[in-house]
């Protein structure tokens, strides 16, 4: 049986369609200049979550447990400055959770993540988890626990670096640079 010009034209399609649905991604250029600090940094996205707490049984959409995310760490940063350490692991650990729920279903950073038509926010799961465990460090070093902390800056850094691949910010490279400041201290 000869195939048609149109029977050809079909024959096409599915294989058109596939290498349409196999782009990539957000990928960025090695050249992008980085998202300033004035645009995005944990103050604006503290800010933009603050109102009615959210709590995990309340949390039904993604941006629900962001939002009880970053109101958790919002708390956590509050306690880690008081130096009340015991309740600000339990805050960090809270806000650990809400972060990966939101990562299990979106893993990617963002300086202007759409919420409904016409508003974004700031979207960084990966960024807030990162800066998370990089507070935890210096908490576990002070306690006595030196190998504790050096764990936590290396799960920093693995989430920071998910970060930094999907949106590169000034904030990301900074928290980075804390990290490695803390996590490789200059000796005497």
Known sequence: MKKTPFGKVLGWIPLVMCLGCATAGKTLSVASPPVPLEKANLEAVLEEQEGLEITWEDAKELRDFYRGGVQKKALAEKKFQEKDYREAMKLYDASDEFF????????????????????SILFFPNLLLADNHAKRGPILRETGHESSSQRKWKQALTFLEKSLKTENTEWGLAVRQEILSLSNPPKN
């Open 100 to 119: 990966r729920a939101v990562i299990g279903h979106h893993n990617e950073d963002s300086a202007e993540f759409p919420l409904f038509e016409g508003v």
